[in-house]
């Protein structure tokens, strides 16, 4: 079965200072991989998604995340956080055949002091 | 543009009533699935649907019941709530066409508290 690790419940950094959320996947094969944000009192928002090509993904709000094959992550990144970008990010995959079936990750929740 | 439409957004239940969740997209979405959000555990997927008439059983199906008579809704049935039920739950839509690589598209939830 399919799941996904996300390393840190919370991720506290400056306004200006790089972000870095991390995941990790399992699976037997590549899977398709996703970010969601959910920002207070909202649904979930796609950030960006992988698909299979370019190992860069580029995504909404400046966000860009990388799959590496060999370390089977997918960790999100901002060169420069924004106090706007104050939310809950989800990482999730779903098998690469079929119809989709989102695999969440627990979720980290990303607090930008000024 | 409505997109993903759930109602109610608040409800509270006493232990052994049921209700029905709502949820309804206009985008001609043939996959609808719920989900429901617990502190700590992300997203855990319900019960799922490829169109009108058929419909799965996900992670956690257990005290839920769902049926998909139209494309356009999808509503999720609780039985007998119970205070494990306490959640808050999405339903979301997306398109077969390029599945399973497509953008899943969420309600903006409602928050169920059973006591």
């Known amino acids: 079965a399919q799941s996904v690790t996300q390393l840190g419940s919370h991720v506290s950094v400056s306004e200006g200072a790089l972000v870095l959320l991390r995941c990790n996947y399992s699976?037997?094969?590549?899977?398709?991989l996703f970010w969601y944000v959910q920002y207070p009192n909202q649904g979930l928002q796609l950030l960006l998604k992988?698909?299979?090509?370019?190992?860069l993904v580029k995504g909404i709000n400046g966000f860009e995340a990388e799959f590496k094959k060999s370390e089977t992550s997918f960790h999100l990144t901002k060169p420069s956080a924004h106090m706007s970008d104050a939310a809950e990010y989800f990482c999730?995959?779903?098998?690469?055949?079929?119809?989709?079936?989102?695999?969440f990750g627990t979720g980290t929740r990303l607090l930008v002091s000024p | 543009n409505a997109g993903v439409t759930q109602t109610p957004k608040f409800q509270v239940l006493k232990t052994g009533q049921s209700m029905t969740l709502q949820c309804a997209q206009d985008?001609?979405?043939?996959?609808m699935s719920w989900y429901r959000q617990d502190p700590g555990m992300g997203l855990r997927l319900i019960h799922y649907?490829?169109?009108?008439?058929?419909?799965d059983q996900g992670e956690v199906p257990n005290g839920y019941n769902v049926s998909r008579s139209t494309t356009e809704d999808f509503p999720l049935r609780l039985l007998s709530a119970a205070p494990s039920q306490t959640s808050v739950y999405f339903c979301?839509?997306?398109?077969?066409?390029?599945?399973?690589?497509?953008?899943?598209?969420f309600g903006q939830g409602t928050r169920l508290t059973v006591v």
């Open positions: 999730a995959v779903t098998p690469n055949t079929g119809f989709q079936k989102l695999v």
């Open positions: 699976s037997s094969v590549p899977p398709y």
């Open positions: 985008m001609n979405h043939e996959y």
């Open positions: 979301a839509s997306s398109s077969l066409s390029g599945a399973p690589n497509t953008e899943a598209f």
């Open positions: 649907s490829v169109g009108a008439g058929i419909t």
């Open positions: 992988y698909t299979t090509g370019a190992t």
